[in-house]
T-cell receptor, first 113, second 114 residues
């Protein structure tokens, strides 16, 4: 069945370092991917998205990389700050005839001062 | 303000109670969703409404009953819940079902069933 997974449940980084959060997906027909950030007590917030016809997309301090060959998605955060501490989810849209997003389990990013 | 507002933020209810969760979106979106978020699990899709019609029901027990009176409002009616139903219930909306971009989420209702 469709599933989206993340490699590590927890990632701890030093403030100022770069963070890389990884995600593996299983449905090669997925055409759209999103990264969400969820802070304590809040709902998930959109960070960045990428469509399957792209390999890389950059935002402010964040970059998403998509490797369709190995069905791998990553989120890179440059110069990680304490405010980046949160749970990060990847999500995929499984097929073109449904808007359903399938979410991974989440990686908790801890930023050490 | 995310544009999606959920009330109440916290709810404690007994197993014999009936309560309702409310979601309102101010974004002009046509699709709305209920998700359940339990500890250590991925977000579980419960229901999808597109233009006020239910388009997906993910094998959710009948003790959860959704209602979508218009494209801006979504309710989740709860009755005779079980302790394992305790979770964060998230509402989300999107431009349209099967279209374009991702969801905008509310902050959720933290439900505790005692």
């Amino acid at each position: 069945g469709e599933s989206v997974g993340l490699h590590l449940p927890t990632l701890s980084v030093q403030e100022g370092d770069n963070s890389i959060i990884n995600c593996a997906y299983s449905n090669s027909a997925s055409d759209y991917f999103i990264w969400y950030k969820q802070e304590s007590g809040k709902g998930p917030q959109f960070i960045i998205d990428i469509r399957s016809n792209m390999d890389k997309r950059q935002g402010q301090r964040v970059t998403v990389l998509l490797n369709k060959t190995v069905k791998h998605l990553s989120l890179q955060i440059a110069a990680t700050q304490p405010g980046d501490s949160a749970v990060y989810f990847c999500a995929e849209r499984g097929s073109s005839n449904t808007g359903k997003l399938i979410f991974g389990q989440g990686t908790t990013l801890q930023v050490k001062p | 303000e995310t544009g999606v507002t959920q009330t109440p933020r916290h709810l404690v209810m007994g197993m014999t109670n009936k309560k309702s969760l409310k979601c309102e979106q101010h974004l002009g979106h046509n699709a709305m969703y209920w998700y359940k978020q339990s500890a250590k699990k991925p977000l579980e899709l419960m229901f999808v409404y597109s233009l006020e019609e239910r388009v997906e029901n993910n094998s959710v027990p009948s003790r959860f009953s959704p209602e979508c009176p218009n494209s801006s409002h979504l309710f989740l009616h709860l009755h005779t819940l079980q302790p394992e139903d305790s979770a964060l219930y998230l509402c989300a909306s999107s431009q349209g079902w099967g279209e374009g971009d991702g969801y905008t989420f509310g902050s959720g209702t933290r439900l505790t069933v005692v």
